[in-house]
């Protein structure tokens, strides 16, 4: 089993900053991630750092927001620049964790990010 503690979040005004991060127990975590819902619409990929360090980011937040993981502590970052409106979301870390039979997924329990107009 995985656990995945967050921490961040909260209010910003348009144009300002936050930073999102993310613990996870156990070992084999393979990748982490972001994703973020918004009211009455679907959970959507923001982005996401694979073993090895390599990245993918939602095109909606490319160039605004940096992804990064501390390996040796398990945790994965989130620096959200320039935040719009339409960022206002639930955030939810996702770790996935190698085991024997295959990929197990995870989730954090969500924080919110509000950024005001």
């Known amino acids: 089993q995985v656990q995945l503690v967050e921490s961040g979040g909260g209010l910003v005004q348009a144009g300002g900053s936050l930073g999102l991060s993310c613990s996870a127990s156990?070992?084999?975590?393979?990748?982490m991630g972001w994703y973020r819902q918004a009211p009455g619409k679907q959970r959507e990929l923001v982005a996401v750092?694979?073993?090895?360090?390599?990245?993918n980011y939602a095109d909606s937040v490319k160039g605004r927001f940096t992804i990064s993981r501390d390996n040796a502590k398990n945790t994965v970052y989130l620096q959200m620049n320039s935040l719009k409106p339409e960022d206002t979301a639930v955030y939810y870390c996702?770790?996935?964790?190698?085991?024997?039979?295959?990929?197990?997924?995870?989730w954090g329990q969500g924080t919110q990010v509000t950024v005001s107009s």
């Open positions: 996702n770790a996935e964790q190698l085991r024997v039979g295959g990929y197990y997924t995870y």
């Open positions: 156990g070992s084999n975590i393979m990748t």
């Open positions: 750092i694979i073993s090895g360090d390599r990245t």
